[in-house]
């Protein structure tokens, strides 16, 4: 684990949600793809690019546009960079019947519409990015 002393780390639920909104719009990830509740603590290393989001309990997500089903632990974790979260920890997507872990999430260059998610296997589904922008509150 690298040395996290050098962290922004933050507290607070608003100030946590704002936190977690402004690095998708830093590393240009569409805004609703952590849709996060209760989070108790934001951390950034800027160094490193390490970044975890804490909240009180686990959250189940449905978005809506692609019909899928995503399950964010207590403790979601990745090292982030322009337009990419490599090494994702903490989010699962449900496939069929069983939960799959999420290991990497990034939107290509060169098709700036499209965001690919991948697992540990090697196997990965592409979305249109619009299928996570942030979700108006009903």
């Given amino acids: 684990m690298p040395d996290q002393r050098k962290a922004e ?3 607070g639920e608003s100030l946590c ?4 909104l402004e690095l998708l719009e830093e590393i240009h990830l569409p805004l609703g793809l952590l849709p996060l509740d209760d989070i108790v603590e934001v951390g950034y290393n800027r160094t490193t690019g390490f970044v975890w989001l804490k909240q009180k309990k686990r959250k189940d997500h449905r978005f ?4 899928r089903q995503v399950s964010y632990d207590t403790e979601v974790t990745a090292f982030v960079e322009d337009r990419r979260m490599r ?7 449900r496939e069929l019947l069983i ?17 690919t998610f991948g697992n540990p296997t090697g196997i990965s589904r592409t979305f249109p990015v619009s299928a996570f922008e942030l979700e108006e509150k009903k």
């Fill in 99 to 115: 939960w799959v872990s999420i290991s990497d999430i990034y939107v290509d260059e060169k098709d700036l519409e499209k965001i």
């Fill in 9 to 11: 780390i933050h507290t």
């Fill in 64 to 67: 809506l546009k692609i019909g």
């Fill in 17 to 20: 949600k704002q936190k977690s």
């Fill in 87 to 93: 090494r994702l920890t903490g989010v699962k997507t």
